[in-house]
């Protein structure tokens, strides 16, 4: 199992020291080992879980209900049911946001071909 700094886990993550900081503070990243110095020490664990927090908030997860998948998580599996409920929930307002940019797309598309012919 390979280790990594706080800087080396910010680096391979996309998430900045602070937003590791801060995930720590809110309980979306916990048990983070410490060294003998104090120093957060992350695992390729840790790295996989902040995965999931990174694809959870590109895609518009609130913060209160990423908090609440963590908190299920550490629940354990007793809160399977639970975690995929709130994953297809996700999912559904995923696919509608989605759609509406879609839509937006084709609109800008077309406002984009209209000053097109307009030019000489």
């Not at 048990?31 to 957060?40: D, K």
Request: charged share 25%.
């Amino acid at each position: 199992m390979s280790t990594y700094t706080p800087s080396g886990a910010a680096t391979r993550s996309g998430f900045s020291l602070d937003t590791l900081r801060y995930y720590e503070r809110i309980g979306l990243l916990s048990g983070v080992v410490r060294s003998s110095s104090g120093h957060r020490v992350f695992t390729d664990g840790d790295l996989e879980w902040l995965g999931v927090l990174r694809c959870l908030r590109d895609t518009g997860m609130p913060i209160s209900d990423m908090q609440r998948y963590a908190e299920l998580a550490r629940d354990g599996e007793q809160t399977l049911t639970e975690r995929l409920n709130l994953l297809r929930e996700h999912a559904k307002a995923v696919e509608e946001h989605l759609a509406l940019l879609a839509d937006q797309y084709r609109h800008l598309q077309a406002k984009i071909g209209w000053y097109e012919g307009q030019l000489p």
